[in-house]
């Protein structure tokens, strides 16, 4: 079963910053926090991933709480085509559980 | 670079009928996964490969075989077809090393499999 909790759906206007939450109270030590998203009928993309610092790369950043019991996937300039549903996953060796995850909509 | 590789896109069986799917990893990936997601949900660990063993298991009944070859592909099977394993099976591949155990992921599109 996964182990993050994730909104179903959210709306961010285009060009706006879409801040996604994601809950892991259950985290453990050595697991690492991955972000992926999906587009219709195409595989999963990976987005990001961290362990406990806050992570920047040219897609988006990942901020993780001090505790590690939650983070936040902020796509800073959102556009029409990120429009998506975005997995949040927490995993130790690399074997992915998604959840339901969060369906995005950028409204222009 | 190519991507991880799936084939075939798009395929038809019958219930009772076998299946094969196959999966290209991105080169230098040593590790592959197999995922199953059936509509409207996320996708379902099903199997993942490293260095030609298998290192994981999901929950699916023993139908569901796979393999992976010495030049890092593999194989998915699936025995006995149910309507109820039409999906879309999803492989990912990563680079897996003694001291890089968690580099994530890269999917390919995924084969789509439709039981009649």
């Keep these: 079963d996964a182990k993050t909790t994730q909104p179903p759906s959210m709306d961010c206007a285009e060009g706006r910053a879409a801040n996604l939450p994601c809950n892991h109270s259950t985290i453990s030590g050595n697991e690492y926090v991955y972000w992926y998203r999906q587009i219709h009928s195409q595989g999963p993309q990976y987005i990001i991933h961290g362990l406990k610092n806050n992570e920047t790369n040219e897609m988006a950043s990942l901020i993780i709480t001090e505790d590690r019991k939650s983070s936040t996937l902020i796509l800073p300039h959102a556009t029409l085509r990120d429009t998506a549903v975005y997995y949040c996953i927490v995993s130790l060796r690399n074997d992915m559980r998604f959840g339901a995850g969060t369906r995005l909509t950028v409204k222009p | ?116």
Aim: include cysteine; charged fraction near 15%; aromatic fraction near 12%.
């Design chain 2, 1 to 116: 670079d190519a991507g991880v590789t799936q084939s075939p896109t798009h395929l038809i069986k019958t219930r009772g009928q076998h299946v094969t799917l196959r999966c290209s990893p991105i080169s230098g990936h040593k590790s592959v996964s197999w995922y199953q997601q059936v509509l409207g949900q996320g996708p379902q660990f099903i199997f993942q490969y490293y260095e030609k063993e298998e290192r994981g298991r999901g929950n699916f009944p023993d139908r569901f075989s796979a393999r992976q070859f010495p030049n890092y592909s593999s194989e998915l099977n699936v025995n006995a077809l149910l309507l109820g394993d039409s999906a879309l099976y999803l492989c990912a591949s990563s680079f897996r090393g003694r001291f890089l155990p968690n580099q994530p992921q890269h999917f390919g599109d995924g084969t789509r499999l439709s039981i009649l």
